[in-house]
């Protein structure tokens, strides 16, 4: 008898601790080629944790948020959703690569459990998994954001397009060239590359070869660098004009005196300090990290907020009544300062906010346009 009490009461002390706190499972790129995204992504994730732990956490419960490393692999990020579900999370912050979620969200689906993803390939939100949602708009929503300013702006003819061929590339390349024809605009040339790719010489050789008035620039975090690079050591004249990473902190650090002039329409960007919420997030993660913070820093933080503004709004930690909840849901900042942005979010997990217009002027990424939510 004596024996049995003393191996039930940890297990009832185990039962006790799990009742008074809420997991959260952060899946991301902390190593590969996406760890410059999974690793922003993660701390900005860690940093919205601190701060829902400090305001009573979620439901009342200390917020708990175990980390689980894809190494940038599909195949991985699929086996760790499973491992974060089967060890009690409920709810998935992550993965930032299109390639990784659509092959993960179809278990947390399976499972019914909320997934926040800082994924941009407009197949996420075209698969029908009602418990996926973005931290950022689609390139089905941010590619076309970039038309006024490559027709009115630019006053373009012809377009080149540089993109990676990856989920994530095909994805904003597609968007990009559908958006141009409607525009009237001629795309000229077309330049795919390989993920991890090294060397961009043949590629930018054929892009000042074919002389088009502006070149859109799609690729990920360290072939946007290598890029950039080459465009200047190749003279490359016309501008070169992208979406979401190409002016980022990371790129911007990679390719130094060469990312001078790049232009990007960003989702979110930690440089519009005009926001008073997005001014407050940079200073205090800039401060906790001693380092700024880039756009996917932005998004985990995002991710953790919501789910803790939607889980209290449900009462419980449910995912079918957390996708029930979703569907259609707007934050306002005036209510939910945490959002940082008013933000929507479709029937199909979709994210509608203003946006912004950048260039790297002096070696940072500043703001020079505001675009409204679409």
Known sequence: MLLAALIALPVGSVSAQTANTVKLGMVGELSGAGAPSGTNWRDGARLAVTEVNAAGGILGKKVEMPEYDTQTDPQVSRALVQKAIDEGVVAIIGTVYSGSTLVNMLVAKQNSIPQFVGSEAPTIVERGNPFVYRTSSGAQKGVPA??????????????????????????????????????GIDVIIDVPSEQAQTDYA?????????????????MNQE???????????QTLPMPLVGEVTLTEA???????????????????????TEVPGI??????????FKRKPTHDAIKGYVGVWSTKYVMDMVGKTDGEAFSKKMKGLCLKVADHPKILLDTCWDDRGEMSRPSFMVQVKGGSPVVIGAVPAN
Do not use: Q
């Open 146 to 183: 970039l038309t006024p300013y490559f027709k009115d702006t630019l006053k373009a003819k012809k377009v080149g397009v540089a993109w990676v061929n990856n989920e994530f590339g095909r994805g904003g390349r597609n968007v990009f060239i559908a958006e141009m024809k409607k525009a």
């Open 202 to 218: 043949a590629d930018v050789a054929k892009l000042k070869s074919a002389n088009p008035d502006a070149v859109f620039v799609y």
């Open 223 to 233: 072939e946007s660098a290598r890029f950039l690079i080459e465009a200047k050591k």
């Open 250 to 272: 990371k790129v911007i650090e990679l390719a130094g005196p060469a990312a001078e002039g790049a232009i990007a329409h960003v989702g979110v960007t930690a440089t519009a």
């Open 279 to 288: 001014a407050a997030f940079a200073k205090s993660f800039e401060e906790t």
